[in-house]
């Protein structure tokens, strides 16, 4: 096979973070990779056929400008886009790039909005008929995605203050009567204990500051997907079952995230109503997205040309969520998160997207998920082998977590 592309760097990360982006954009472009300078000459002497370079520049591993001036002037290669992607921030880098003939000159961290701005249109020029692609982007735009209402705007706006009005706040909420009603019922919910909560004042009060910002974004959220979607009762049921293990997980394993941890489980799956409305044939593979399957995605892609995992982490960034509970949503379906580790949330994310896949496996375990066979915590551990690096667990550990949790959540049908 002709190889369109060379890539170069000893960064296995970027290696993979390139290829998923090609294979959910850019399909038909093939990609050779080598880890070094020396080799990538070696490859280029072999076949000089290769439309587009992106080499690593870091010295120790990779001279990518050494490598530049190689295919400039030693192979006389003029007119071959040649992308260097570095750490080097400094003027004298930069400009001894562009008199060596660079196309571009890309700095780290590298991650898909990176390479939209800076990469992608020369991808777009090895495959201007890329139909997948193309497919792709208009089943997303074709999509009821909820927008974000002006209550969370104003919300986040008095947030942000020095010294928030919580009188205005409340009367604002006030102002939305079916975010109020979601709110107060699910402040009254077992998963927080609150008590008799009959007003958007004594939800303040019981739940705090933080917990309540993130239920108003909940209940929100939750009234909007209803009514761009089709929300089932099992739908709900799980997506507080999850929520509820993920808060509970999170506060065994990693308590500086709980809040984020709820969100997370709550609207991992926010976008499955979406999907139910617009394809009427989805329902034939619920049942699997809603438990701890691996192809789903990969089906839903086939099927539909997007999936509810991209799609949800679509929805929750436009309700400006935090960047690490988007990319635990995003990836929630694969044995491993591709979040790349340059990205300052990259801990957090991986701590979010290994508490959410133990979730997902011990709801469907108690029958809060699709119907689809449970995997065994053996089978769970062997598929999702980060999860037990991420949360420090080994076999036994689940299994008591997995226990433990199901007092959690067997009260919890009825919560919304």
């Given at each position: 096979m002709e190889h369109m592309v060379l890539l170069v760097s000893h960064s296995l990360i970027l290696h993979k973070i390139i290829e998923i982006y090609l294979g959910k954009n850019f399909p038909g472009i093939t990609v050779d990779k080598v880890t070094n300078d020396i080799d990538a000459v070696k490859k280029i002497q072999a076949s000089n056929n290769y439309k587009l370079i992106l080499s690593d520049w870091d010295i120790?591993?990779?001279?990518?400008y050494k490598l530049l001036v190689t295919v400039r002037q030693v192979f006389n290669n003029k007119d071959i886009p040649f992308i260097i992607i570095t750490e080097k921030r400094d003027k004298e880098s930069i400009l001894k790039c562009i008199q060596a003939s660079a196309t571009g000159y890309v700095m780290k961290p590298v991650d898909d909005d990176v390479i939209d701005q800076k990469i992608k249109s020369y991808f777009e020029k090895l495959a201007p008929q890329n139909i997948a692609s193309?497919?792709?982007?208009?089943?997303?735009?074709?999509?009821?995605?909820?927008?974000?209402?002006?209550?969370i705007t104003e919300l986040y706006t008095e947030l942000k203050k020095p010294k928030p009005n919580l009188r205005d706040i409340v009367e604002r909420i006030?102002?939305?009567?079916?975010?109020?009603?979601?709110?107060?019922?699910?402040?009254n919910s077992p998963i927080y204990g609150a008590g008799k909560v009959d007003g958007i004042e004594r939800a303040l009060n019981v739940l705090g500051l933080n917990n309540f910002k993130n239920m108003v974004l909940a209940s929100a959220?939750?009234?909007?997907?209803k009514e761009v979607g089709i929300v089932s009762e099992a739908f709900w049921r799980h997506s507080v079952a999850s929520a509820t293990v993920c808060s509970y997980l999170s506060k065994r394993k990693a308590p500086e995230l709980v809040d984020s941890a709820y969100l997370t489980g709550l609207f991992h799956d926010c976008a499955i109503p979406l999907f139910l409305k617009k394809f009427p044939d989805y329902e034939k593979i619920f049942d699997a997205a809603l438990a701890v399957s691996t192809?789903?995605?990969?089906?839903?892609d086939k099927e539909f040309i997007t999936n509810h995992a991209d799609m949800g982490a679509l929805i929750v960034k436009g309700w400006k969520v935090e960047d690490?509970?988007?990319?635990?949503?995003?990836y929630h379906h694969n044995s491993d998160i591709k979040t790349a580790k340059t990205l300052e949330y990259y801990r957090s994310a991986r701590q979010l997207w290994a508490i959410l896949v133990l979730s997902e496996h011990i709801c469907h375990h108690y029958g809060y998920g699709?119907?689809?066979?449970?995997?065994?915590?053996?089978?769970?551990?062997?598929?999702?082998?980060?999860?037990?690096?991420?949360?420090?667990?080994?076999?036994?550990?689940?299994?008591?977590?997995?226990?433990?949790?199901?007092?959690?959540?067997?009260?919890?049908?009825?919560?919304?």
């Open positions: 120790e591993y990779v001279d990518g193309v497919k792709k982007q208009v089943s997303m735009s074709s999509m009821n995605i909820p927008s974000c209402p002006a209550i006030k102002k939305d009567v079916a975010v109020t009603a979601t709110l107060i019922k699910l402040a959220l939750q009234n909007s997907v192809d789903v995605t990969q089906l839903e690490k509970i988007i990319e635990a949503i995003k699709g119907i689809s066979p449970a995997r065994s915590d053996e089978e769970f551990l062997e598929i999702f082998e980060e999860t037990a690096v991420v949360m420090n667990l080994d076999i036994q550990d689940v299994k008591d977590l997995k226990d433990d949790a199901f007092a959690i959540i067997k009260n919890i049908t009825g919560s919304f």
